[in-house]
């Protein structure tokens, strides 16, 4: 579809007439004089999480489980 089509569905377009973010390829983004893209705040916060995001929350839910099972076994075990 061309852009004229994506502006004639209702609901698939900003304000403006853009296209939202998640519908655009990478030639229709905004670019400068010298050719880098141009991206607003919101667009450019929309990173993926990596493999170290993933690391530390499993850490962290492995140090919790441990401290909760050795909280059980201290105080609550019969």
């Given at each position: 579809?061309?852009?004229?089509?994506?502006?004639?569905l209702p609901?698939?377009?900003?304000?403006?007439?853009?296209?939202?973010p998640?519908?655009?390829?990478?030639?229709?983004?905004?670019?400068?004089?010298?050719?880098?893209?141009?991206?607003?705040?919101?667009?450019?916060?929309?990173?993926?999480?990596?493999?170290?995001?993933?690391?530390?929350?499993?850490v962290?839910?492995?140090?919790a489980v441990i401290?909760?099972?050795?909280?059980?076994?201290?105080?609550?075990r019969?």
């Amino acid at each position: 579809m061309d852009d004229l089509a994506w502006a004639a569905l209702p609901g698939l377009t900003q304000e403006n007439g853009r296209p939202f973010p998640g519908m655009q390829g990478p030639d229709d983004m905004d670019r400068d004089k010298s050719g880098r893209i141009v991206e607003t705040a919101l667009e450019a916060r929309q990173g993926e999480l990596g493999p170290s995001v993933l690391m530390l929350l499993g850490v962290s839910v492995g140090l919790a489980v441990i401290l909760m099972v050795m909280t059980w076994m201290i105080f609550f075990r019969t």
